[in-house]
């Protein structure tokens, strides 16, 4: 008979038998025994709790090594439910001796900052064995050497716990001076596992020491900007040896190679940080001057309290009317890093908003590989964006127009953008921040609510029936009247699509109200502009690629006119 047992508390039925698969798939179902806990969620929260305890412990009676893994959100009530994370403290605190590892379903790719990720960022700063994604157990990277290593590791820290309690003693100060500076931060999802190791493991985690040194909590990467850089959260406490531990906050980490394109962000940093805008809506870096080793950069953002990207809040606002107020206090903020105008007379298109060559190149080349679906679907748009970007705008050229330019953001996307929970927006990534078109970083707000907020996460985003809705918003596009646009057409029953739209309306009127200068049809450019960028958009759908088409090729049309 086996001396290690595996116990899995999951009211999920299903991952209990693809464990158990894995198991026998590598030949380990008779090294270990597997035992299921089905957590009673008919009782009140504290008596589940006591009652898995109790079942917990009686399985676990005779054996020498027990593994307990624990779903961190067993009841979903459509809140935060910490039932299980309330079960793992408790077994952990009356029974040291076991392994306690809460684990949870598959991640969400976080922009910013969900109730799942957050508890399983909290687990991590709870002296646990380890915290793990599910797939992490039952995917196919499952192998007999992992769940070794998964054991061998929580030994290892055992021992180190218990040299830790033991160490603080009358020679406490020599113990400490012996101890290397180290972090430990969990790694959290395969896609943040694979940017780490491409930039070599042991380099990145060297410059995590400098950068942060003595953390322990997770890491986890978010989807890049286009300044180019990886782009990690880490939320953490400071465990310094002899200290007591920091309550955990969280930052923001850039990493690249290009050492100078992370300077110059600092450096954007320092400068936004000298305009009208309120600390609270721009993070500390943590360090002034970037961290370099072995020639991998980085930069530290910090924050004082939890905040969740644009992306996530936008749908977290429950009524159009919250959404304009959001973006009104957004919109005032980001005005407040731009400076004066400064006026030029320049052919706008060509000057302004011409797309540029590498990016034309990928267009095209998407036009020519989804040929036949583009043909079916949008075959008049296909042929309109084809041309125009064929003959480089060539349409849309002027002799010369008055333009409003500022320091603009140049990346204001709605990854860029956190919300605090008192919703005080923050501005983050500054690297690509230049003296351009005011329209610019409005229009790229505004193509980010339909292409990227519209429909985020709803399990029917790929469905070809959304496209008619999305249609829909091409009548906010009318150019004489694109900042007072007529909104009647759309259902009022629609609550998700009018948002988008109060969110549409409340930038546009920003926009207008800070630069009269600024025309509807230089807008209505700005905003083809984006639509065109649109097509080749890394993180949206193919159906939302082809509305791009149709999309950009609505405003060549009505710009040409």
């Keep these: 008979m086996s001396d290690i047992i ?25 090294l270990y025994i597997l035992e299921p806990v ?3 969620t008919t009782l009140l929260p504290s008596d589940m709790v006591n009652s898995c ?50 684990i949870t379903a598959k991640l969400t790719h976080p922009e910013g900052y969900d109730i799942q990720y957050d508890a399983f960022s909290g687990a991590t700063l709870e002296g646990y064995e380890g915290v793990f994604e599910k797939g992490y157990l039952d995917g196919k990277g499952f192998s007999a050497k992992r769940l070794k290593e998964i054991l061998a590791k929580a030994n290892q820290q055992s021992l180190r716990s218990t040299s830790g309690r033991i160490s ?23 896609y943040t596992e694979l940017l780490i190791i491409d930039f070599k493991k042991d380099r990145f985690f060297a410059l995590i020491e400098d950068v942060l040194p003595f953390t322990q909590g997770t890491i986890v990467a978010i989807s890049p900007g286009r300044s180019g850089a990886a782009v990690f959260k880490i939320f953490a406490k400071f465990t310094e040896p002899g200290k007591s531990p920091t309550a955990p906050k969280t930052w923001l980490l850039k990493v690249s190679e290009q050492g100078e394109d992370i300077q110059k962000e600092a450096n954007n940093h320092t400068e936004v940080r000298k305009s009208p805008i309120p600390h609270s809506s721009i993070p500390n870096l943590f360090h002034l001057e970037p961290k370099e080793f072995q020639g991998l950069f980085a930069i530290a953002y910090e924050f004082e309290c939890d905040a969740m990207s644009l992306l996530n809040h936008t749908a977290t606002l429950s009524t159009p009317a919250r959404v304009t107020e959001c973006y009104s206090t957004l919109m005032n903020v980001l005005f407040k890093t731009y400076g004066d105008p400064v006026y030029k007379i320049v052919s706008v298109w060509k000057n302004c908003f011409a797309i540029q060559e590498n990016a034309k190149v990928k267009i095209l080349a998407f036009l020519e590989s989804e040929n036949k679906l583009l043909q079916a679907k949008v075959p008049v748009s296909f042929l309109k964006v084809k041309e125009f970007l064929d003959s480089d705008g060539q349409a849309l050229l002027d002799d010369g127009v008055n333009i409003d330019t500022r320091t603009i953001h140049g990346d204001l996307n709605c990854g860029n953008i956190l919300v605090y929970a008192n919703q005080t927006p923050v501005l983050i990534d500054f690297a690509l921040r230049k003296q351009a078109h005011i329209a610019l970083d409005a229009a790229k707000l505004e193509r980010d609510l339909i292409f990227r907020v519209l429909d985020s996460g709803d399990e029917d985003f790929y469905s070809w029936v959304r496209f008619e809705r999305w249609c829909s918003f091409r009548n906010l596009n009318t150019i004489e009247s694109i900042f007072s646009p007529d909104c009647t057409h759309f259902n009022q029953d629609d609550i998700v699509s009018l948002k988008i739209v109060a969110g549409i309306l409340e930038i546009r009127k920003a926009l207008h109200t800070e630069s009269s200068k600024t025309s509807s049809v230089q807008y209505a450019m700005a905003l083809l502009h984006y639509s065109l960028l649109a097509i080749v958009l890394p993180d949206i759908s193919i159906n939302k690629r082809v509305f791009a088409v149709e999309y950009a090729a609505d405003f060549i049309g009505k710009l040409s006119k």
Excluded: W
């Design 6 to 30: 595996l116990v899995i508390v999951d009211t999920d039925d299903g991952f209990v038998k693809r464990f158990r698969k894995k198991l026998a798939e590598e030949g380990l179902d008779t």
């Design 38 to 40: 089905v957590p009673d």
């Design 53 to 102: 305890l109790r079942e917990i412990e009686t399985k676990c009676l005779g054996y020498a090594t027990i593994a307990v893994f624990i779903d961190i959100m067993i009841v979903e009530r459509g809140e935060f439910d910490t039932s299980g994370l309330d079960l793992a403290r408790n077994l952990k605190r009356q029974h040291p001796e076991y392994f306690v590892f809460p």
């Design 168 to 190: 603080q003693t009358s020679t406490e100060k020599s113990s400490i001076t012996s101890l290397t500076r180290t972090s430990h931060l969990e790694v959290v999802g395969s």
